[in-house]
């Protein structure tokens, strides 16, 4: 039978400043982060339909003179990185628009005590936040991860295709659900009177959690970021010394560096505080500080479900450039034609449109040597 905190002196209402606070907070995450992972989820949508365009652009198209025959070539690109990506949107939107809103309406039932309705959402709403966390947390370190595999790489030789990323994607899902079952099926799930919420009540279940099944997205996180800066670290210098690196390429080495130091850090900020106050013991803390900590501490956590998508906007220029194609369609003055599209092998964008890829590859255009290493990046 679940009990509402009286056993242990403090209930929900003694802290309902502090839940009512954090449902209008959840609110306001589960509109940022579903409308901005929806959007971004179209948007590469948008660009992997234009990928398939062009692979399947009639052949010598863009080079017969007088061709009324346009097609827009993708900014980013049907690969894996792209995959996981959309497949990191997908896991926030399902968190933004699922979980976030079960963990209110279970505030709100602990607020009103309505023990009868705890016992039946807590199990279902705590197995899907943990499946779909670890999945989220999963899919990060197989980024950081992938990067680090495939940038020495020429593109057809990489390990993450198309295909294997969608297998690995699907086994994300298979791992993430098989390790939830066992806490699922020993009634492992309930609500918690540690944080007025649907959570695991089991000490020992949160423990491995926490501390062992975090251990292996953090893992893939470290070792991917460490071997992915010095492989950009190693490449920036090689082609410095070639007298062959513009400006513009190093600009986007850098911030690819930045990129991925940012996600880290982000995952760092939301992900480790809230680790280590759910492995502190019960009775080490007082409850009167330990309840307000782990609100605060879970508030921080639900940060990353609304800000991955922007932090993807603000670092990559890729992105930008495909979230303004993708407006285009829907406010065409957003972007203006460019004089001449013959210039940029019969590619109707504007100049606003072109990502700091493009112009670098236009830049460099007579530059063979350099081209065949940039496209390793």
């Given amino acids: 039978?679940?009990?509402?905190c009286t056993n242990r002196g403090s209930s929900a209402t003694q802290y309902k400043d502090w839940i009512q606070a954090t449902q209008y907070w959840v609110w306001t995450l589960t509109t940022?982060?579903?409308?901005?992972?929806?959007?971004?989820?179209?948007?590469?949508?948008?660009?992997?339909?234009?990928?398939?365009?062009?692979?399947?652009?009639?052949?010598?198209?863009?080079?017969?003179?007088?061709?009324?025959?346009?097609?827009?070539?993708?900014?980013?690109?049907?690969?894996?990185?792209?995959l996981l990506?959309?497949?990191?949107?997908?896991?926030?939107?399902?968190?933004?628009?699922?979980?976030?809103?079960?963990?209110a309406t279970a505030y709100g039932y602990a607020l009103d005590g309505a023990t009868q309705e705890l016992e039946g959402l807590c199990p279902v709403a705590?197995?899907?936040?943990?499946?779909?966390?670890?999945?989220?947390?999963?899919?990060?370190?197989?980024?950081?991860?992938?990067?680090?595999?495939?940038?020495?790489?020429?593109?057809?030789?990489?390990?993450?295709?198309?295909?294997?990323?969608?297998?690995?994607i699907a086994g994300i899902w298979v791992v993430s659900v098989a390790l939830q079952l066992l806490p699922f099926a020993v009634s492992g799930y309930g609500y918690s009177c540690e944080n007025f919420k649907c959570d695991v009540t089991n000490d020992v279940l949160k423990f491995i959690f926490y501390a062992l099944q975090s251990l292996l997205?953090?893992?893939?996180?470290?070792?991917?970021?460490?071997?992915?800066?010095?492989?950009?670290?190693k490449y920036t210098k090689e082609m410095e010394n070639m007298k062959l690196v513009s400006n513009v390429s190093r600009k986007r080495l850098v911030k690819s560096s930045i990129l991925v130091l940012s996600l880290l850090l982000l995952f760092l900020i939301c992900v480790?505080?809230?680790?280590?106050?759910?492995?502190?013991?019960?009775?080490?803390i007082s409850p009167d500080i330990h309840i307000p900590t782990g609100i605060a501490f879970y508030k921080i956590y639900w940060l990353q479900y609304a800000l991955n998508f922007m932090l993807y906007n603000i670092m990559s220029a890729n992105f930008r450039s495909a979230y303004r194609r993708f407006f285009s369609l829907l406010f065409p003055c957003c972007c203006s034609p460019v004089g001449d599209s013959g210039n940029i092998s019969n590619i109707p964008v504007s100049q606003s449109c072109i990502s700091d890829t493009q112009?670098?590859?236009?830049?460099?255009?007579?530059?063979?040597?350099?081209?065949g290493t940039a496209t390793r990046f």
């Fill in 32 to 82: 940022i982060g579903g409308l901005g992972n929806l959007l971004t989820i179209l948007v590469i949508l948008h660009q992997l339909c234009i990928g398939y365009a062009w692979k399947h652009r009639p052949r010598g198209s863009l080079k017969r003179q007088g061709s009324n025959f346009h097609v827009e070539k993708p900014v980013l690109p049907f690969e894996g990185h792209t």
């Fill in 1 to 4: 039978m679940t009990q509402i």
């Fill in 85 to 103: 990506l959309l497949h990191l949107s997908f896991c926030d939107l399902l968190y933004a628009t699922v979980s976030l809103p079960l963990t």
């Fill in 126 to 168: 705590a197995f899907l936040r943990y499946t779909n966390a670890l999945a989220e947390w999963l899919t990060l370190g197989l980024l950081a991860f992938q990067r680090c595999v495939d940038l020495g790489r020429w593109r057809s030789a990489r390990f993450f295709q198309p295909a294997a990323t969608g297998a690995l």
């Fill in 272 to 284: 480790v505080p809230i680790c280590i106050h759910n492995l502190i013991p019960k009775s080490a």
């Fill in 359 to 371: 112009r670098e590859n236009l830049s460099v255009s007579t530059q063979s040597d350099f081209r």
């Fill in 217 to 233: 997205p953090c893992i893939l996180m470290f070792s991917g970021c460490i071997g992915l800066l010095y492989q950009l670290r």
